[in-house]
Nanobody, 125 residues
Framework: QVRLVESGGGLVQPGGSLRLSCAAVGRSFMFGSRGWYRQAPGKERELVAAISGRGYTSTNYADPVKGRFTLSRDDARNTIDLQMDSLKPEDTAVYFC?????????????????WGQGTQVTVSS
């Protein structure tokens, strides 16, 4: 599997902003779907935003975050970022990145489907 390293969570007041970043550790990838999920206490994990493929892509956002969150990717750095603006207390959750695709192991391409370790986002005054 491919290791994903997340950063950028923390505590912010309502109306504030945070930026999360997720990096796939390695060199050569062919990415499938890349996105962010979140899980609040007592709730199931849910999709926040996801982008599919490489080159021409489409991005899907969950209805609660449309217009406030922006997903971006940097294929040269193998990262996906989630810019979160106008944060609300109901955005409080552990955020996980998820990436699938193929990686080059020196001899061939291997499929992977990996989750990050999770980063806490708390929106509170």
């Amino acid at each position: 599997q491919v290791r994903l390293v997340e950063s950028g969570g923390g505590l912010v007041q309502p109306g504030g902003s945070l930026r999360l970043s997720c990096a796939a550790v390695g060199r050569s990838f062919m990415f499938g779907s890349r996105g962010w999920y979140r899980q609040a206490p007592g709730k199931e994990r849910e999709l926040v935003a996801a982008i599919s493929g490489r080159g021409y892509t489409s991005t899907n956002y969950a209805d609660p975050v449309k217009g406030r969150f922006t997903l971006s990717r940097d294929d040269a750095r193998n990262t996906i970022d989630l810019q979160m603006d106008s944060l609300k207390p109901e955005d409080t959750a552990v955020y996980f990145c998820k990436i699938n695709g193929k990686f080059w192991n020196g001899r061939g391409w291997n499929a992977f489907d990996s989750w990050g370790q999770g980063t806490q986002v708390t929106v509170s005054s």
